[in-house]
């Protein structure tokens, strides 16, 4: 899979920073182990621009909808790159368990938590899921956020701020719904608050 990802990386990576050049902003955030990476999601093209951001050194392991990962020969090369599909609309208990084995062997995984784009500029209201931080208390790794903006110009520089890393705290070992969501709560407030630093 590791051949794949830097086979389309690289193929991809030419015209996309031709037409949509990224600017990360803390790249020293990133860690080396495994980490849930998650990002507000308001654009087709917010994988690229954290995929290019986080550069070659770290492959990520992106969660996708499974409409995508069903499109001839695209979902074929996604999947050799190790991009999984979700079902958003049922629970998917084999993309949770897709998504834990690459955590436990120490790998990044990539979740957006409000599962769909979400554009405040066109009123668009965020129901984020406690997905993201079920999976980080399961498997007892830290949450990295990252914010993009909704506002991406072409042939202008992106700033895709990544924040610092951060364990969620439970009260028991495999934490409650209510305990997810309100983890999930506080990791969109973080999330936005790096837009700060985008300005």
């Not at 794949?4 to 949509?20: E, M, R």
């Not at 995508?68 to 079902?87: H, Q």
């Not at 405040?120 to 830290?142: F, I, N, Q, T, Y």
């Not at 993009?148 to 700033?159: A, G, I, L, Q, S």
């Amino acid at each position: 899979m590791r051949g794949w990802y830097i086979f389309l990386y690289s193929i991809v990576y030419p015209f996309f920073n031709l037409v949509h050049p990224g600017r990360p902003i803390g790249r020293e955030n990133i860690p080396d182990g495994p980490v849930m990476i998650c990002c507000n999601h308001t654009s087709d093209s917010d994988p690229l621009f954290l995929c290019y951001a986080f550069t070659l050194k770290h492959q990520l392991r992106a969660m996708a909808k499974i409409e995508l990962m069903r499109v001839p020969v695209v979902g074929w090369l996604l999947s050799k790159a190790g991009i999984f599909g979700v079902d958003r609309g049922k629970n998917d208990i084999g993309a949770v368990k897709q998504a834990m084995k690459y955590l436990r062997s120490g790998e990044k995984v990539l979740i957006f938590p409000e599962g769909t784009r979400v554009r405040e500029s066109r009123g668009d209201v965020s129901h984020p899921k406690a997905g993201a931080a079920m999976l980080a208390v399961r498997c007892g790794v830290p949450i990295l956020p990252v914010y993009v903006p909704e506002h991406k110009n072409w042939f202008r520089r992106t700033p895709v701020v990544i924040g610092e890393p951060y364990m969620p705290t439970v009260s028991t070992r495999k934490g409650t719904q209510e305990e997810y969501e309100a983890i999930t709560a506080d990791l969109m407030d973080r999330i936005h608050k790096l837009g700060e630093r985008a300005k």
